[in-house]
Antibody, heavy 122, light 107 residues
Framework: EVQLVESGGGLVQPGRSMKLSCAAS????????MAWVRQAPKKGLEWVAS????????YYGDSVKGRFTISRDNAKSTLYLQMNSLRSEDTATYYC???????????????WGPGTMVTVSS | DVQMTQSPSYLAASPGESVSISCKAS??????LAWYQEKPGKANKLLIY???TLQSGTPSRFSGSGSGTDFTLTIRSLEPEDFTVYYC?????????FGGGTKLELK
């Protein structure tokens, strides 16, 4: 059974950093592109970032480019999101999501985690 | 970026009825469209991709149609577990973007 479980969320002050993790199981992690998607309170879904199989290629939404870094450790089947210079508008539930196996150009998400809440506030 | 507009935002129906949810793209996205179901406390579930292809495990009462800019998610013979929130998402180009969501409520 495919499982994605996020962790690392919580309350953080504006301007500080936080690192999210997503533990994957039930599939060969290194075979899949992975992504982070977020949802601010009472708002819709927003794609944040994606990463290729080995991590050599990364892609970011404009709202987080230059502040967030997506990475992965295939040996640990874990996805990460390093978030720096956090702003109040980054307050959201952050979801780990899996891209479909093929084709790699199809950027929808076939499995999601339950999410971890990040609150940026002083 | 491609803007995705869902309508209606809220929809009330009764079990056994059929409903349709619209998703419009600000430019043509061919059939690069996915539909998701969101339930409180649970992981989002992919229902449909490529506009009309049911993801494994999606009940056959769900169907998707459309191409270009206009898409529809139809749910026939509503079951109690179908009353929740639905999102569309395009993936025709970078970046992928989502619709604002449609909440299906019990009448």
């Amino acid at each position: 059974e495919v499982q994605l479980v996020e962790s690392g969320g919580g309350l953080v002050q504006p301007g500080r950093s936080m690192k999210l993790s997503c533990a994957a199981s039930g599939f060969t992690f290194s075979d899949y592109y992975m992504a982070w998607v977020r949802q601010a309170p009472k708002k819709g879904l927003e794609w944040v970032a994606s990463i290729s199989y080995e991590g050599s290629s990364t892609y970011y939404g404009d709202s987080v480019k230059g502040r967030f870094t997506i990475s992965r450790d295939n040996a640990k089947s874990t996805l990460y999101l390093q978030m720096n210079s956090l702003r109040s508008e980054d307050t959201a539930t952050y979801y780990c999501a899996r891209h479909p196996l093929l084709p790699t150009t199809d950027w929808y998400f076939d499995f999601w985690g339950p999410g971890t809440m990040v609150t940026v506030s002083s | 970026d491609v803007q995705m507009t869902q309508s209606p935002s809220y929809l009330a129906a009764s079990p056994g009825e059929s409903v349709s949810i619209s998703c419009k793209a600000s430019k043509s996205i061919s059939t690069y469209l996915a539909w998701y179901q969101e339930k409180p406390g649970k992981a989002n579930k992919l229902l449909i991709y490529s506009g009309s292809t049911l993801q494994s495990g999606t009940p056959s009462r769900f169907s998707g149609s459309g191409s270009g800019t206009d898409f529809t998610l139809t749910i026939r013979s509503l079951e109690p577990e179908d009353f929740t929130v639905y999102y569309c998402q395009h993936y025709n180009e970078y970046p992928p973007t989502f619709g604002g969501g449609t909440k299906l409520e019990l009448k």
